[in-house]
Nanobody, 120 residues
Framework: QVQLVESGGGLVQPGGSLRLSCAAS????????MNWYRQAPGKQRELVAT???????NYADSVKGRFTVSRDNAKNTVSLQMNSLKPEDTAVYYC??????????????WGQGIQVTVSS
């Protein structure tokens, strides 16, 4: 009963930019942490960026200085601004949130994933 809807993926040339967005809805009481993961073909899913409800952020070394994560607590949305994209950024990107449901149960929900392809 929690839905995460991602948008903004697509095909971009190396050096280009994309902005991913994720909107959470449903039986959400609060969201503490919002994450972006990615999974490239033949590789394990990896954590790309994290942002807490206080605004603290953390990034994978491979994207530091190029990606920026932000969130709107009032709207339960998280975004990932991706600049200077490289072919190795090609992957399916997933939104993930931790928090509490309206029934005061732990919440750990995933989006369906969105494709990002960096290629000339």
């Amino acid at each position: 009963q929690v839905q995460l809807v991602e948008s903004g993926g697509g095909l971009v040339q190396p050096g280009g930019s994309l902005r991913l967005s994720c909107a959470a809805s449903g039986i959400i009481f609060s969201i503490s942490v919002m994450n972006w993961y990615r999974q490239a073909p033949g590789k394990q899913r990896e954590l790309v960026a994290t942002i807490t409800n206080g605004g603290s952020t953390n990034y994978a070394d491979s994207v530091k200085g190029r990606f920026t994560v932000s969130r709107d607590n009032a709207k339960n949305t998280v975004s990932l601004q991706m600049n200077s994209l490289k072919p190795e950024d090609t992957a399916v990107y997933y939104c993930n949130v931790w928090g509490t449901t309206t029934a005061l149960q732990p919440l750990n929900s995933w989006g369906q994933g969105i494709q990002v392809t960096v290629s000339s």
